[in-house]
């Protein structure tokens, strides 16, 4: 084994820390980072599923009429929000790319008040749950089923799925802020943008846990009604 | 004799000093240390939890503690045991340590994510520590519902929350691991010039990353069952605790090959130098670690067997699990002929090793009576079980730790520790352990089941031999705790490579510059290509 | 093995945009099929859409098309890794009763 003549220990930048030996491998790595830690994230939602998945093998027809019972306007512009913050998002990391600071700016803020109005949307939708009686708990009851332990089952797993979701969203909205922050200071160029993609990837990945949340949860036989 | 070379090189130990160059350092071989300190203390909190159980269980009536404490008791065992000591362990102290070392790295990918999941392993521990001092809890390391979510009156939430915490410590730590491993290594270090400890740890890695996060949901959902009542496990509501069962196992059954696989790594190191062999058939060994990671995801359903699992899943898991030993024969067949042989020394590690390969393997096969579903119905929850984990879990995995501890010491110190005391405790440890559990197979079989204080009389001789045994492994434990301490004053100076090992962390200086390595390595060799190493083998007694 | 997207490649507004308006479509699709009865294939049209969109935004938004053999291999995993989930649980949960022993 040969020790190489290569200087080794470098000053820190942003784009190249010091355990990095160039600004590429450093953006691999945080790429890849990025990515193993969203498959942990369909782990995490993945137990929620299949519980999910269970009780609705268990009880299809309460699962049914309850899914019925959601408000499908709320939870279908819900979903185009998310969509339509996806879009501003990967346009936002297309002007980083470009090194295009203003565009930037403009297309997180877009994505901001997106995710703000999801956020805005669910609460909305939560506080109609809580007075239709459709909250878990001693005062929960559902028209038009008899078995009210599996339906109140139902209502625990949108509550848990929802907010688990909402929760990230949340995080994703303190992403947001801090990087237009930084965009503002003028942290990004065009060779160093990695921040701005890989947040990218977290909110993409959120919107598509929402894309399977929707049908799942909205739009059960909505045709029995 | 001590020379004042070492204290006048600069090194990682001293290159800076303060609490503050050690609380928000981004160094991994200060945060292994930081680790290592933390576990320890975690060790011997459920070393006193595992005491306090033996000496109950020194008399079949009980009567030191309540059949309510007595709860508490293995439970918290359980806990600090596993959340909070094995599952760290060797990947937080020896991984975080050695890793980047092994493959020629300044760092890990992310260092100060690797610093967050120390502070997330301490918070978690705190947590789980107030739970303890705050009157304990009493589920059982595995909360089963819907005793937990419902009707137990004990700190599930705060437990419950500090295992969430303590677990996202774990999937930071395989996140930073595996984006090192693919994107970090030295020019020349490629997959199969890697030393078998980093296929351990990558396995390890993956594993940590793919099964911890199912945990968290899981402890999620107990903590809403039982804060806001939106419970999905109540049987009362329709729900099915058996799901519950199912996604606690999912994790923790790949969760003992968190703790075991890293050990089998220390194991390939430890076998290797002190044959003076390469390891018999790498790719093996190197794929069977793998393999042991995936195929380890599809048996958890055999902790299922008597629930109310279907017989036709019982026979799916039960298949499953007997192919999963087989990777793991695959490792003892490869370290025998490493063996065979080879240049052999008895120093400490190897004596660790030794005792190794024995204890695992009839752990390892006491784990294919279980996997077994008739012998399973007859044997699940009682004391057989608890010798089948335990002989991997002490005399496999922390018996490897503790190889790994005493190879890798001089290395991480500067320092040797003293040989003869080194050995006798190996030995000590050896005994005791064997006198603690082999007794605990006996009674298992003979029907005593485990998470009970009170049993018939006739079990009572094999009781005490057992806890004659955690006497003499208590002692075995403490030994190296002094020794380790005192050798880091008047230990002898170690040189780079005391053991005339191969490897890139034995190019460097012990202890080791902050940046590892005064030029980054250009990796020509094999691993374990002991011809690169001829004339710096030391004897060793 | 590299990644350098802002050196390589810039995907193109028209791209995103359609892909995003292909989305709004699947999501009104997946919204009206709800309200027709298909019975069993109710949940597999439902999947279906959403396995679809799931594709666009990864293979689009998140530039999988151009990531690495890698970076794909790790979202495989993933998704195999919840299938076995999904799957092997549901081992359990569909074949009870078969026996038809009681509580077997």
């Keep these: 084994m040969k020790l190489a003549s290569q200087a080794h220990v470098h000053a820190e930048t942003l784009a190249r820390r010091e355990q990095f030996d160039t600004a590429e491998q450093q953006r691999d790595a945080s790429t890849l980072g990025m990515w193993v830690f969203l498959i942990t994230e369909i782990m995490f939602f993945g137990g929620m599923f299949l519980a999910y998945s269970v009780y609705r093998t268990f009880y299809p027809q309460v699962f049914a009429v309850a899914s019925s019972s959601m408000n499908a306007v709320i939870g279908a512009t819900n979903t185009g929000v998310l969509l339509c913050s996806s879009f501003t998002m990967v346009m936002a990391v297309r002007a980083a790319q470009l090194g295009q600071r203003k565009a930037i700016i403009t297309f997180l803020i877009l994505t901001l008040l997106l995710g703000l109005a999801f956020l805005g949307l669910k609460g909305y939708e939560w506080t109609l749950k809580f007075e239709e009686h459709h909250v878990p708990g001693p005062s929960f009851h559902l028209d038009g089923v008899d078995m009210q332990g599996p339906a109140q089952i139902f209502f625990s797993l949108y509550f848990a799925m929802t907010g688990l979701h909402a929760l990230h969203m949340v995080v994703g909205v303190g992403i947001l802020t801090w990087l237009l922050i930084a965009t503002y200071k003028g942290k990004f160029t065009a060779e160093y943008m990695t921040p701005v993609d890989i947040a990218g990837l977290y909110w993409h990945f959120v919107d598509i846990i929402w894309i399977f949340l929707f049908p799942l949860l909205y739009l059960i036989d909505r045709h029995l009604k | ?541 | 093995m590299t990644m350098s997207q802002q050196v390589e490649h810039v995907d193109s507004v028209t791209t995103y945009a359609v892909v995003w308006i292909v989305l709004l479509i699947l999501t009104a699709a997946t919204t009206a099929v709800a309200y027709v009865d298909l019975g069993a294939f109710s949940v597999v049209a439902a999947l279906t859409i959403a396995v679809i969109k799931m594709l666009l935004v990864a293979l689009f938004f998140m530039h999988l098309r151009r990531s690495t053999h890698l970076t794909r291999l790790v979202v495989l995993g993933g998704l195999v890794w919840l299938m076995i989930l999904l799957m092997l649980s549901f081992a359990d949960f569909m074949t009870r009763g078969w026996t038809g022993v009681p509580g077997r």
């Design chain 2, 1 to 541: 004799m001590i020379t004042t070379a070492v204290a006048e090189r600069e090194h990682y130990l001293n290159a800076s000093y303060g609490i503050k160059s050690w609380l928000l350092t981004k160094d991994h071989k200060r945060i292994a240390l930081l680790y290592l300190a933390t576990i320890t203390l975690f060790f011997f909190l459920g070393g006193a939890f595992a005491t306090l159980i033996r000496i109950e269980l020194l008399t079949p009536q009980g009567g030191l503690v309540s059949s309510e404490t007595y709860n508490k008791l293995f439970t918290m065992h359980g806990v600090t045991m596993i959340f909070f000591f094995l599952i760290p362990s060797i990947p937080a102290t020896l991984g975080n340590f050695f890793l980047p070392m092994m493959i020629g790295a300044r760092d890990l990918a992310f260092p100060r994510i690797n610093l967050l999941s120390w502070y997330l392993l301490v918070v978690g521990g705190l947590l789980a520590l107030f739970a303890m001092l705050a009157g304990g809890v009493d589920t059982g390391w595995t909360f089963y519902t819907p005793y937990s979510t419902t009707y137990s009156n004990s700190w599930v939430i705060a437990t419950a929350l500090g295992i969430f915490v303590a677990g996202f410590s774990s999937i930071l730590t395989g996140l930073n691991f595996i984006v090192t491993v693919h994107r970090m290594r030295a020019p020349g270090m490629t997959w199969f010039r890697m030393p078998l400890f980093i296929w351990s740890m990558y396995a390890t890695s993956l594993i940590q990353v793919l099964g911890t996060p199912v945990l968290a949901v899981t402890l999620v959902l107990v903590f809403c069952e039982r804060v806001f009542h939106i419970g999905i496990f109540d049987p009362a509501l329709g729900g099915d605790p058996v799901l519950f069962q199912h996604l606690f196992w999912f994790y923790s059954h790949p969760a003992v090959y968190i703790m075991i696989l890293p050990a089998m790594g220390v194991i390939s190191e430890i076998i290797s130098v002190f044959s003076r062999k390469p390891v018999f058939g790498y790719a093996f060994v190197a794929f069977s670690s793998v393999a042991i990671a995936v195929v380890g995801f599809l048996v958890w359903g055999h902790h299922l067997f008597v629930s109310t699992q279907s017989v036709y899943a019982g026979m799916v898991f039960s298949f499953l699990s007997y192919f999963v030993a087989i990777p793991s024969a695959i490792k003892v067949f490869n370290w025998t002929a490493t063996l065979y042989k080879g240049s052999i020394s008895y120093a400490t590690p190897m004596l660790y090793a030794f005792g190794f390969i024995g204890l695992f393997t009839i752990g390892g096969l006491t784990g294919l009576f279980v996997a077994s579903l008739g012998i399973d119905v007859h044997v699940t929850d009682t004391y057989f079980v608890i010798a089948h984990f335990h002989y991997i879990m002490v005399g496999g995995a922390i018996m490897a730790y503790m190889g790994g501890l005493h190879y890798w010491w001089p290395k991480m110190t500067g320092r040797m520790y003293p040989e003869g005391w080194a050995r006798l405790s190996a030995l000590v440890i050896f005994l005791g352990f064997n006198l603690t559990f082999f007794p605990q197979f006996i009674l298992g079989y003979l029907g005593m089941p485990r998470r009970y204080h009170v049993y018939p009389d006739e079990f009572q001789v094999l009781h005490v031999l057992s806890t004659a045994g955690a006497s003499v492994l208590a002692v075995g434990y403490l030994m190296p705790m002094i020794y380790f301490i005192w050798s880091l004053r008047y230990g002898a100076v170690a040189p780079a490579n005391p053991w005339g090992a191969t490897g890139l962390e034995w190019k460097t200086a012990s202890p080791p510059p902050v940046e590892n390595f005064e030029e980054t390595p250009v990796v020509t060799h094999e691993a374990y290509d002991y011809s690169t190493v001829m004339g710096e083998v030391i004897e060793v007694g």
